[in-house]
């Protein structure tokens, strides 16, 4: 598995179990994982400037190898355009919705804080994901799929099937 993936993004909705997954491939590959949400995001829940947080992601890309775990669409298509495997979680709406929920009251990888409750923009961002995000995500996918490897979870089943070396 490691010697095809060298520069990995992982995309989808909140709640779909992206970082999970980024979690598990770092622990089966050993590359550097980076998480789009602590990169952006102060302990205070207010976040560093975009530029600042744009030279950070341009100082992963001149690593030899990364994982990088997040949406943040403002930069997906540099990330697409760098990147030579893409792992998108395309799951339905309420298991993101359960996802989200789920990690309430727990502590992240990702996040400097403690969600106490479902925050409502989350929900909304994750009801809206399908239709305002998905259809861009599959475009930009599609412009940047020469010599890279794509591979799309329908399921957290299919996730976990990938990290098991079942399928590919």
């Known amino acids: 598995m490691?010697?095809?993936m060298k520069k990995i993004i992982v995309i989808g909705c909140p709640g779909s179990g992206k970082t999970t997954f980024?979690?598990?491939l770092h622990e089966l590959t050993d590359i550097p994982?980076?998480?789009l949400d602590a990169v952006?995001?102060?302990p205070d829940k207010t976040h560093i400037p975009r530029e600042e947080f744009d030279e950070r992601i341009a100082e992963i890309f001149a690593?030899?190898?990364w994982i990088i775990d997040g949406n943040y669409g403002r930069t997906l298509e540099i990330r697409l355009q760098?990147?030579?495997t893409v792992f998108l979680y395309d799951l339905p709406?309420?298991?993101c919705i359960r996802g989200a929920t789920e990690r309430i009251g727990k502590g992240r990888y990702d996040m400097p804080w403690i969600d106490t409750e479902l925050d409502p923009n989350l929900k909304r961002e994750i009801e809206e994901f399908p239709i305002k995000n998905l259809p861009a995500i599959y475009a930009l996918?599609?412009?940047y799929k020469d010599g890279k490897t794509v591979v799309i979870f329908k399921s957290r089943e299919q996730a976990d099937a990938f990290l098991n070396g079942e399928i590919l």
């Open 82 to 84: 760098q990147c030579d």
């Open 2 to 4: 490691r010697s095809k």
């Open 141 to 143: 996918i599609d412009k």
């Open 22 to 24: 980024a979690v598990k």
């Open 33 to 35: 994982l980076y998480h």
């Open 93 to 95: 709406t309420e298991i």
């Open 63 to 65: 690593e030899p190898e």
């Open 40 to 42: 952006w995001h102060k």
